[in-house]
């Protein structure tokens, strides 16, 4: 993924998508749904309804490019509690969705003693 390093911006997409759609459908879905320009200096994640596929689409200033993986066993580790369309990833989130780890990790606690 070192073709990727020079990009700073990373959003993942929500929901899932069917994945008949090309780079066409994925940049309506970027536009329309996002509310972002797929032109924009970003990569946009997508995956399909049983979580074993992956689409990476992103500009590269000549063209639209499409990376895919599909994954033989298991799922990738989707978030599942996003309030919005997209979430905006790291780096090393994203290399933590594409080895099967966790993006979003714990959640913060907070306690309070009841002890005055």
Same mark, same amino acid.
């Not at 997409?13 to 200096?41: A, T, W, Y």
């Not at 990569?43 to 993986?69: C, H, M, P, Q, S």
């Not at 799922?75 to 919005?84: L, M, T, V, Y």
């Given at each position: =993924?070192?073709?990727?390093?020079?990009? /700073?911006?990373?959003?993942?997409? &929500?929901?899932?998508?069917?994945?008949?759609?090309?780079? #066409?459908?994925?940049?309506?879905?970027?536009?329309?749904? =996002?509310?972002?320009? !797929?032109?924009?200096?970003?990569?946009?994640?997508f995956t #399909?309804?049983?979580?074993?596929? %992956? @689409?990476? %689409?992103?500009?590269? &200033?000549?063209?639209?490019? %499409?990376?895919? @993986?599909?994954?033989? @066993? /298991?799922?990738?580790?989707? !978030?599942?509690?996003?309030?919005?369309?997209?979430?905006?990833?790291?780096h090393q989130?994203?290399?933590?969705? %594409?080895?099967?780890? /966790?993006?979003?990790?714990? *959640?913060?606690?907070?306690? *309070?003693?009841?002890?005055?």
């Amino acid at each position: =993924m070192s073709q990727f390093s020079d990009i /700073e911006t990373l959003y993942l997409h &929500r929901d899932v998508v069917d994945f008949r759609k090309s780079i #066409n459908g994925l940049v309506v879905i970027v536009e329309q749904d =996002m509310q972002l320009s !797929p032109f924009s200096d970003a990569l946009f994640v997508f995956t #399909n309804k049983a979580r074993d596929k %992956l @689409k990476i %689409l992103y500009w590269d &200033r000549t063209g639209f490019a %499409l990376w895919y @993986k599909r994954l033989d @066993k /298991e799922r990738f580790k989707w !978030p599942s509690k996003i309030e919005s369309e997209t979430l905006s990833l790291s780096h090393q989130q994203l290399q933590w969705l %594409l080895q099967g780890f /966790e993006v979003m990790g714990h *959640q913060k606690l907070d306690y *309070q003693s009841t002890v005055q």
